[in-house]
């Protein structure tokens, strides 16, 4: 059994990677070897045509072996790119960086659309023997979804078109995005009387400070601030639906959430029945939120106060010991997952340090290539932070367990990649609440777990509505940004159940989500996530330590199966009808309902 290096160091190595950061020449040679590769299949793709038969798709072999291996590396830049942004948002060359492999990204997506459509082109029954073949049958689930996906989208000569007007167009209006934050400072007065500016990241942890004083007056010049650069956030918002509405237009699909339904593998049914079992459970996390607001001596809950601590928790939960915690809880449930963490530990991939110019939010990026991972985020010292790096290093364990799968099978959607994360957020905050030293603790404890389930019922479910309506309404043309704030006021009202006395009309702005250019519709996911990994974790407190396993293979499984036939072949359940979901509902109920009669 690894032990846990001490110090645990709060900055991670990117050095064992690429030395030399954004000046790195291994960088730059790793990445014109990949062009060149690329080049090269896409000369080799133009010569291909549909096969005729099982024996002349053997000649595709080495094509498909060379297209994963590209798949893998561009992965692997865009993981290495996107830490040297985060970690120093003045990093320009970082940025030129990002727009060379944003721009490699678009050529490799054009020569896999090229070969989609020969995918399309080949008849049934020669498709059918083909992925029936040994070398292809484990990708079989990754190219049957191509092919029925490219036959939805326009001739490839568009598509690849399309791809390379976006690097600058679409995709640049999403890095844009990444420069209108670098310029968001707020000012804060420290304890000690001194003045000092915070960056967006380090003004987010204010937020979350006990002190109510504190929380109101920093989101006041977080509103103050994010309505300040609120007019370049509507120009780049417009400007990524009516990308994306154009495109949808073009394809002849109507329903916005068409390419993020695909893109998480799953059916409207299954998302309307888990919004609906959310909605019909909603009203005891009114009571809390009612409750909550008696604790802490107001009539009604403002924005700032729904994940405002309780109880005494202004004492800092220093790293290293939320390093040892986290570990000690993992390996309640799996070895293998304790093992892996320590390692992610001792190995630095772990960016955690509160210094300034960091970007805001919390995340975890794999690079396949090399097998390795690394976490970012901003840690204080809070209970919330600690939450946030079990759950960065939930993502980080999925990766590790399909870290031997070929490439195609490890491209997993949001949705369930947010399964384990949660899972691991799970594991540390049933043990907190378990072992709590008093009642008092217990309650404190118990009420940060609550948060979380109010953050996936309410404000994500709020980002949904809002988004949805936004791209309704901008169908219609621009929006400004008043109207947007307006329209974001409106879906939080409605998802909190009008609870609060007060709403964060900029939150639009201020959340990266709604400007990733990747993956549309940054929100639901998180939900199915959250609940999806409930249930999961129903199971395994039924089956005890037998469950480990299985939830490695099920992790396993997410690249290459529907999010039903996983739900099927895992847990014996079906997505589409309410029982699942209502029965991960029930174990957040039960926390409310237990924190309401602690708190009587």
Wanted: aromatic share 12%.
């Amino acid at each position: 059994m690894t032990q846990l290096k001490q110090p645990v160091s709060l900055t991670w190595d990117l050095e064992s990677l690429f030395p030399g950061g954004s000046s790195s020449a291994e960088f730059q040679a790793f990445l014109s070897k990949l062009e060149q590769d690329i080049e090269e299949l896409k000369q080799q793709v133009k010569g291909f045509e549909a096969p005729k038969t099982v024996q002349d798709t053997e000649s595709l072999d080495g094509f498909i072996d060379s297209l994963q291996s590209a798949y893998s590396r561009i992965t692997e830049a865009g993981s290495y790119v996107g830490c040297l942004t985060a970690q120093d948002t003045t990093d320009k060359k970082a940025v030129q960086l990002s727009g060379k492999v944003t721009s490699l990204k678009a050529e490799l997506q054009g020569l896999t659309t090229v070969f989609e459509s020969l995918l399309r082109a080949t008849e049934d029954e020669v498709f059918s023997e083909w992925i029936k073949r040994p070398q292809i049958a484990p990708i079989a689930f990754s190219l049957n979804e191509s092919r029925e996906r490219t036959r939805e989208k326009l001739p490839p000569e568009q598509e690849s078109l399309i791809l390379d007007l976006a690097v600058d167009g679409y995709h640049g209006w999403g890095e844009h995005y990444d420069t209108i934050v670098s310029k968001v400072s707020i000012p804060f007065t420290e304890d000690n009387g001194e003045e000092v500016v915070l960056s967006a990241g380090q003004a987010h942890n204010k937020l979350h400070n006990p002190s109510r004083e504190i929380r109101e007056e920093t989101f006041v010049k977080w509103e103050n601030a994010w309505e300040q650069v609120s007019d370049y956030c509507a120009d780049t918002l417009n400007r990524l639906a009516g990308f994306r509405l154009k495109l949808y237009e073009r394809r002849g699909w109507d329903d916005v959430l068409k390419e993020p339904l695909s893109i998480n593998r799953m059916s409207q049914e299954t998302l309307d029945t888990m919004w609906s079992v959310i909605a019909q459970n909603k009203q005891i996390f009114v009571k809390y939120l009612e409750r909550k607001a008696k604790l802490l001596g107001v009539e009604r809950l403002s924005w700032a106060d729904v994940e405002a601590p309780l109880g005494k928790t202004d004492t800092k939960i220093e790293y290293n010991d939320a390093a040892e915690e986290i570990v000690k809880e993992f390996r309640t449930f799996s070895p293998k997952l304790a093992d892996f963490t320590v390692d992610a530990f001792n190995k630095n991939w772990i960016e955690a340090e509160d210094r300034k110019g960091k970007r805001p939010g919390g995340f975890c990026t794999s690079m396949i290539e090399s097998k390795q991972t690394r976490i970012f985020m901003t840690y204080s010292g809070t209970a919330s932070n600690v939450s946030t790096l079990a759950h960065e290093l939930g993502h980080a364990y999925h990766q590790y367990v399909m870290d031997d799968l070929p490439p195609f099978n490890q491209s997993y959607a949001m949705n369930v990649a947010e399964t384990a994360s949660t899972f691991a957020e799970m594991i540390l905050s049933d043990a907190q609440v378990k072992n709590a030293a008093s009642k008092e603790e217990k309650i404190t404890l118990l009420e940060d777990k609550i948060q979380r389930s109010v953050a996936f019922f309410m404000n994500i479910h709020a980002r949904f509505l809002f988004e949805t309506r936004f791209y309704e309404k901008r169908k219609e043309g621009l929006l400004n940004a008043e109207e947007i704030s307006a329209l974001m006021v409106e879906a939080q009202q409605e998802a909190y159940n009008g609870a609060l006395a007060s709403y964060h009309p900029h939150f639009w702005a201020s959340k990266l989500h709604f400007y990733i250019t990747d993956v549309p519709f940054y929100n639901f996911p998180y939900t199915f996530g959250y609940l999806f990994s409930t249930g999961i974790f129903a199971r395994a407190q039924r089956e005890g330590d037998s469950f480990a396993e299985k939830y490695d293979a099920l992790l396993q499984d997410t690249g290459r199966m529907t999010v039903e036939d996983l739900a099927k072949k895992h847990l014996n359940v079906d997505l589409t009808q309410p029982d699942f979901w209502q029965e991960a509902v029930s174990l957040a109920v039960a926390d409310v309902e237990q924190f309401l009669e602690m708190t009587e």
